[in-house]
Nanobody
Framework: QVQLVESGGGLVQPGDPLRLSCTAAGLTFCNYNMAWFRQAPGKEREFVAS????????DYAESVKGRFTISRDNAKDTVYLQMSSLKPEDTAVYYC???????????????WGQGTQVTVSS
């Protein structure tokens, strides 16, 4: 059974950093492209960042480019999202996803975590 478990969410102040982690089980992690998506209340789920199998290529939504960094450790079956200069508009539930395609489209990802809440507020 495939499981993706996110952790690291919480309540932070504007400008603070935060690192999310997502650990996979039940799949050969190095064979999957990984991504982070987020969903704010009343909004559609949106792409945040993605990373290829080896980590050689990454892609970011314009809204987070230069502030967020996606990385992976295939030895630990874990993908990370390092977030800096957080803004109130980054408040959302953040989901990691695994898929065979390196894509911004959520439909290309087959496995999803349960999500972790990130709240940015003063």
């Amino acid at each position: 059974q495939v499981q993706l478990v996110e952790s690291g969410g919480g309540l932070v102040q504007p400008g603070d950093p935060l690192r999310l982690s997502c650990t996979a089980a039940g799949l050969t992690f190095c064979n999957y492209n990984m991504a982070w998506f987020r969903q704010a209340p009343g909004k559609e789920r949106e792409f945040v960042a993605s990373i290829t199998l080896s980590g050689a290529r990454t892609d970011y939504a314009e809204s987070v480019k230069g502030r967020f960094t996606i990385s992976r450790d295939n030895a630990k079956d874990t993908v990370y999202l390092q977030m800096s200069s957080l803004k109130p508009e980054d408040t959302a539930v953040y989901y990691c996803a695994a898929g065979n395609c390196y894509s911004r489209g959520s439909s290309h990802y087959d496995a999803w975590g349960q999500g972790t809440q990130v709240t940015v507020s003063s």
